[in-house]
């Protein structure tokens, strides 16, 4: 899958894709995401198979890739939650093995509760930019047992395609009183 170079860039693609919408400090995507390729069978054998050990080992490529770049690190991370019943449909949530992978190399805390998706809805993977929209609108809330009031706050996903959901998640996560936010994905669909 090629590099997409954004963790040596702030006002990469990414990024202006996603900073009119909410207040952020970074957006990152390690890899382009695109249908019909390679990069296409790589991303949906981690998300629809059980295979927590290919994304844990993407996760570590993405946190060694984040040490390379001298970026800050975030106090937590926060995996991108799926709905209950789609976590055990999949077997794992790929966001959290992503996290997970990334702490081992960085020695990050993760904290996989902190949200909540509380709707359970069909794959958004067939999905128009309009429907993804109103799809993903107010279906995550915080765990309230959990502060992260003040906190720099990297939101870890696989692949981000109209940003929808990175911002619904990005609603719940300001109703905490974070500091900052960053967003760090395996992917960026083209």
């Given at each position: 899958?090629?590099?997409?170079g ?51 080992w ?5 946190g ?19 709905h ?24 990050a ?7 909540y998706r ?24 915080q ?11 990297l ?22 009183e ?13």
């Amino acid at each position: 899958m090629p590099r997409t170079g954004f963790l040596h860039r702030k006002e990469n693609e990414l990024f202006m894709k996603l900073a009119n919408r909410f207040p952020l400090e970074s957006a990152q995507a390690l890899f382009f995401f695109n249908k019909n390729n390679n990069s296409q069978k790589l991303l949906h054998g981690i998300k629809y198979h059980p295979k927590p050990h290919h994304a844990k080992w993407f996760g570590s490529l993405m946190g060694q890739a984040w040490k390379e770049s001298e970026r800050t690190f975030p106090d937590v991370l926060v995996p991108v939650p799926l709905h209950e019943k789609r976590q055990r449909e999949r077997g794992y949530n790929q966001s959290e093995a992503l996290a997970n992978g990334f702490a081992d190399v960085t020695q990050a805390s993760v904290l996989p509760d902190a949200l909540y998706r509380n709707i359970y809805r069909s794959s958004q993977t067939s999905k128009g930019k309009n429907e993804r929209w109103i799809s993903a609108e107010s279906i995550y809330t915080q765990n309230k047992n959990i502060d992260l009031k003040g906190k720099s706050v990297l939101l870890i996903d696989d692949v981000i395609t109209t940003g929808s959901t990175i911002e619904a998640c990005s609603q719940a996560l300001f109703a905490m009183e974070i500091k900052e936010l960053h967003v760090y994905s395996l992917s960026m669909a083209v």
